[in-house]
C-alpha cells in the first residue's frame, strides 16, 4: 500500500484543478501586459482570478497581490511592511517558518530593526498578556505570528491577536499557507494586515501564492522592473497558475463542509492508534486541543536514527517527514524551542482530504512494525 501523510509539505493536484490548467494553456497564450486580444484574454483571466479570490476571503480585489509563493509573500510582507512604515521593533516567535524567521534575522542583523522573540509554552501556545506586555513598549511596531504552526499545528485567534496590535496601533502579519482553504475567513472582520498564501497547500499548482494586504497599509516591491501588479512585482504573470490557484481554492471552499469532519476524524483515529499501541509516544503541539486538523507531530522513543526511520517509514510506502519541508531534512528548530528533551525519532504525519481509516492502521502497523513494537495495548 501507497499512503502519502505530507499534505503540510505539499498537496497534489486536484482533479477539477488539473483540467482547469490544461484547458487554460490551451487557450491562453498572451501576455498579460499586451494591448491585443491574446494579451487582453490573459489580463481577463488574472483579474478573474484575483476578484474571485478576494472574494472567497472576504477582501477587496485591490488587496490581493500574486507572487510565487508564500515564501515571497512573506517576505514581501515583512521587509516591506518594515520599510514602508518606518517600523524599528518586531515581535514574532522562534517557531514561525523559516520564510519570516530567516527574513527577520537578515534585517536584525543589517541594522533595520530590533528583533525581540516571545516563547510560545510547551505546546506551542503564545501568551496574549506576553504580546500586550510587550506592545505596550513599542506602539506602533510589527507582530507577526503564523496561524497554525506548520509542523506541531498549534493555531493563534487571529482575532484576538490583531485586536491587541491594533489597540496599540502596531501592524500585525500572519503566515496563513497551512490554513488557507481549510478555515472560513472574512478578512473585511479580521484585524489582519497582511497575510500569505499559497496554491500547492491547498491542491493547487505549484509555484504560485498570494500576499493579502489591507486597504491603507504600505507595501512595496522586492522585484523591480516592469508595472505589473500594480508595480508591486515585476515580472510578465503566471497567468495558468493565477487562474488554478483561484479554481483550487473555489474547489475547496466548496467541499470544506464534507472534508473537514471527515479529516478530523482521521486525525483522532491516529492519534487514538498510536497512543493505545505505542503508549511511550509523546504527542507534540495541542492536537486535540487548538490545533489544525491536518496535522499531527508525534516523537517516537527508543528509536536510534531519523534518516533509517524515515527510510523505512518510505520503503513501506508512507510519505511522512520531520518536520517542514523547506528544512531540507535538518533538526526542527520548532521541537527543539518547545520539547528541547525529546528523545527518538519525531515525526510529522498530516491528513489529506482522501485519506482513509485503512491508510491510518497501516501506517499505524508499520510505524510498529518498524520500532520492533509488537503487542497491542489496550
Request: charged letters at 20%.
Amino acid at each position: 500500500m501507497n499512503v502519502y501523510l505530507d499534505h503540510a509539505a505539499t498537496t497534489p493536484l486536484h482533479s477539477e484543478v488539473k483540467s482547469c490548467l490544461i484547458s487554460l494553456m490551451d487557450e491562453v497564450n498572451g501576455n498579460p501586459s499586451s494591448i491585443h486580444r491574446y494579451g487582453r484574454d490573459a489580463r481577463q483571466k488574472i483579474e478573474e482570478a484575483r476578484k474571485n479570490i478576494a472574494a472567497m476571503l472576504g477582501a477587496e480585489p485591490t488587496e490581493i497581490c500574486f507572487t510565487s509563493s508564500g515564501t515571497e509573500a512573506d517576505n514581501m510582507a515583512v521587509i516591506t511592511a518594515v520599510r514602508q512604515n518606518n517600523i524599528r521593533h518586531v515581535l514574532s516567535s522562534p517557531i514561525e517558518h523559516h520564510a519570516v524567521l530567516n527574513t527577520f534575522r537578515q534585517l536584525a542583523d543589517n541594522g533595520e530593526i530590533e528583533l525581540d522573540f516571545i516563547t510560545p509554552d510547551s505546546k506551542g501556545h503564545i501568551d496574549l498578556n506576553e504580546i500586550e506586555d510587550w506592545l505596550k513598549k513599542h506602539p506602533g511596531s510589527l507582530v507577526s505570528l503564523m496561524h497554525a504552526n506548520n509542523e506541531i499545528g498549534t493555531m493563534i485567534d487571529l482575532k484576538e491577536v490583531g485586536d491587541l496590535c491594533h489597540s496599540y496601533d502596531a501592524l500585525f502579519h500572519t503566515d496563513t499557507v497551512q490554513t488557507i482553504g481549510y478555515f472560513n475567513f472574512n478578512l473585511q472582520d479580521l484585524p489582519v494586515d497582511y497575510l500569505a498564501g499559497s496554491a500547492h497547500k491547498f491542491y493547487g499548482p505549484k509555484g504560485i501564492g498570494f500576499l493579502y494586504h489591507a486597504s491603507g497599509c504600505k507595501v512595496g516591491p522586492l522585484i523591480y522592473g516592469g508595472g505589473q501588479e500594480k508595480r508591486l512585482r515585476a515580472g510578465t504573470e503566471n497567468v495558468h497558475g493565477i487562474y488554478a490557484m483561484a479554481k483550487a481554492l473555489e474547489v475547496m471552499e466548496q467541499s470544506r463542509q464534507e472534508f473537514a469532519p471527515v479529516m478530523k476524524k482521521r486525525k483522532q483515529e491516529l492519534i487514538d492508534k498510536i497512543s493505545s499501541r505505542i503508549p511511550e509516544a509523546h504527542f507534540n503541539g495541542d492536537p486535540e486541543g487548538q490545533s489544525h486538523y491536518t496535522v499531527v507531530n508525534v516523537t517516537l522513543p527508543k528509536f536510534e536514527g531519523q534518516a533509517l526511520f524515515f527510510a523505512r517509514l518510505d520503503q513501506a510506502g508512507i510519505a511522512a517527514s520531520g518536520g517542514s519541508a523547506c528544512s531540507g531534512g535538518g533538526s526542527s528548530h520548532v521541537i527543539e524551542t518547545i520539547n528541547p528533551e525529546a528523545e527518538g525519532v519525531t515525526v510529522r504525519f498530516s491528513i489529506g482530504t482522501s485519506t482513509t481509516s485503512e491508510e491510518i492502521e497501516y501506517t499505524v502497523d508499520k510505524v510498529m512494525e518498524i520500532m520492533g513494537v509488537t503487542t497491542e495495548v489496550a
